[in-house]
């Protein structure tokens, strides 16, 4: 399970959400490319007068049916998220592969720089300004890029998003893609609000990205025969690499969000498992570690998986190991 595929609303729940990320997108490049039919595409010239008139001429009733037209595509095509994301994470099909090597290598090269400029030089002491600098180049490297290289995936966005599943819970022996899904479902307002926000943005982003992409492609195909107007293309193109860019700032924010619910709420699972909390870091890590282990491969708790809770917490009604119900020792009549 990526972090990914968990921290937004499903899709029955048609409200804001699906108004700004799935319909205002698709409507506005419908309407950009209807516009260009109307004015006379795919034809060699273009009558931006007759495209008006015929807007002007739509009525009431043709209003209603563009709406309804556009409102049905941005609902078929809403569940496609999550695989729009995944595209431009980088998960591409296999006859994709020498595009994904070269990607893979570019990003390699870009966090070998980040890792070379992190580096504080030797001899004498570093100044302010080059402590600040790699404190800047370290900060990137861990918020764009895996610790492990062979996570890397050809794309900005796609390594922004393996860094935060790589980080998020490491320190406390958490597998991030494994626990995530648990952990959300037990967050507070404050804290599933900014996941919620700040995933909301990543998906607008892809879909705004995707979508801009799809039209600028039909618009050179409508576009292609008229001469000088097939600059218009460049508009939702543009469009697309913007939106590319914010997704990953996005994408950013978002694990950083993830990893402050693992810093702030961790301990919230463990009643929701009905566990008792740990006692000290590195039981914390070895208990975290099973469980991620028992979720993401099935592999079975160690034998008698129970932790003595402090004296303070310990339930009154509940008999120590060793007692009989009655408060009696085992050995005891």
Known sequence: MSLTAVGGPPTGALGGRFFVIGYVPVCACFLFVLLLVWAGAPGAVLDWGAAWGRIGALGAGGAVLLLFATTVVALALHPLQLPCVRLLEGYWPSWCGVLARRGVRRQERSRQRLIRAAELPGGEPPGPTAVHLAGLAD???????????????????????????????????????????????????????????????????????????????????????????????????????????????????????????????????????????????????????????????????????????????????RPRRGQTPDGAGAGET
């Open 139 to 317: 900060s990137a490297l861990r918020a764009g890029f895996p610790q492990q290289p062979h996570l890397l995936r050809p794309t900005r966005l796609g390594n922004a998003l393996a860094a935060a599943e790589d980080r998020c819970g490491a320190p406390y022996g958490w597998d991030g893609p494994t626990a995530w899904p648990r952990l959300y479902a037990v967050l507070g307002g404050v804290a599933k609000e900014t996941v919620e926000d700040r995933r909301d943005a990543l998906d607008a982003a892809c879909r705004v990205s995707v979508v801009s992409a799809l039209c600028a492609a039909a618009s050179v195909v409508l576009l292609v025969r008229a001469s000088w107007w097939l600059l218009l293309a460049l508009a939702p193109l543009l469009l697309s690499v913007l939106a590319y860019h914010a997704a990953v700032h996005a994408a950013i924010a978002y694990g950083q969000a993830v990893r402050v619910c693992f810093d702030l709420h961790r301990f919230d699972l463990y009643p929701a498992l009905h566990f008792p909390l740990p006692g000290d870091s590195e039981q914390e890590r070895r208990v975290n570690t099973e469980l991620s282990a028992f979720w993401r491969q099935g592999r079975a708790l160690e034998a008698g998986y129970e932790h003595p809770e402090p004296a303070q917490e310990r339930c009154c009604c």
